[in-house]
């Protein structure tokens, strides 16, 4: 059974850092992996989506790497700002059974960057 | 603008009464899915649909039903047979080869008993 795992669960960074985030998966069978934004009591934002063939996508400061035979994933965020503070979730997409293209969450990192 | 939206944003109910959550998306999406999110917990899957008239079980169903009468809505009832009902409930949807497509969600809505 697919499990996904984001470390840390909490991250607090000073303004202007550069950080990564982590996702790791237990079943390298996957379709793609997804990395979305989640503000406190909102809905979820599609940040960046990584086919099981690429090994990396970037969108202005976000690059996210995938290496699907370690099953892992980053999230990297250049030069941080306080608006990036958000819960982040990494999300993998089954290749398998009647859940076939049904996505496996992790529990998110909580991400404070301080002014 | 293309999207999906979620009403109402906050709902309560009361013990033994059925409720329902409705999911509107504008996007031609074929699939739709409802999702469970608890404090310190991922998302949960409760039901998905491929196509119009046609749903499948996610992981936590029980308590729960949907209806797809129509492409663009995926309300979901939850019953009175759902015993911990308090969360936030969120819906989405993406093209049907899900293989290469990303999912957009809405905004959420928040179910309290009270």
């Known amino acids: 059974k697919q499990e996904v795992t984001q470390i840390p669960a909490a991250l607090s960074v000073p303004e202007g850092e550069n950080l990564v985030l982590n996702c790791s998966f237990t079943d390298s069978a996957i379709y793609n992996l997804q990395w979305f934004r989640q503000d406190p009591g909102k809905g979820l934002t599609s940040l960046l989506l990584i086919q099981s063939s690429q090994r990396e996508q970037t969108s202005g400061r976000l690059n996210a790497s995938l290496d699907k035979s370690s099953g892992r994933s980053t999230l990297y965020i250049a030069a941080s700002q306080p608006g990036d503070s958000a819960t982040y979730l990494c999300?993998?997409?089954?290749?398998?059974?009647?859940?076939?293209?049904?996505?496996?969450f992790g529990k998110g990192t909580k991400l404070s960057v301080k002014p | 603008d293309g999207g999906i939206t979620q009403s109402p944003k906050y709902l309560f109910r009361k013990e033994g009464q059925n409720v329902t959550l409705s999911c509107e998306q504008n996007?031609?999406?074929?699939?739709m899915y409802w999702y469970r999110q608890d404090p310190g917990q991922g998302l949960r899957l409760i039901y998905y649909?491929?196509?119009?008239?046609?749903?499948q079980k996610g992981d936590i169903a029980e308590g729960y039903s949907v209806s797809r009468e129509k492409k663009e809505s995926f309300p979901l009832t939850v019953t009175s047979a759902q015993k911990n009902p308090t969360a936030f409930y969120l819906c989405?949807?993406?093209?049907?080869?899900?293989?290469?497509?990303?999912?957009?969600f809405g905004s959420g809505t928040r179910l309290t008993v009270v």
């Open positions: 989405a949807s993406s093209l049907w080869d899900r293989r290469f497509a990303g999912y957009t």
């Open positions: 649909s491929q196509i119009v008239n046609d749903f």
């Open positions: 996007l031609n999406h074929d699939a």
């Open positions: 999300a993998v997409s089954l290749t398998y059974g009647g859940s076939q293209g049904n996505l496996i």
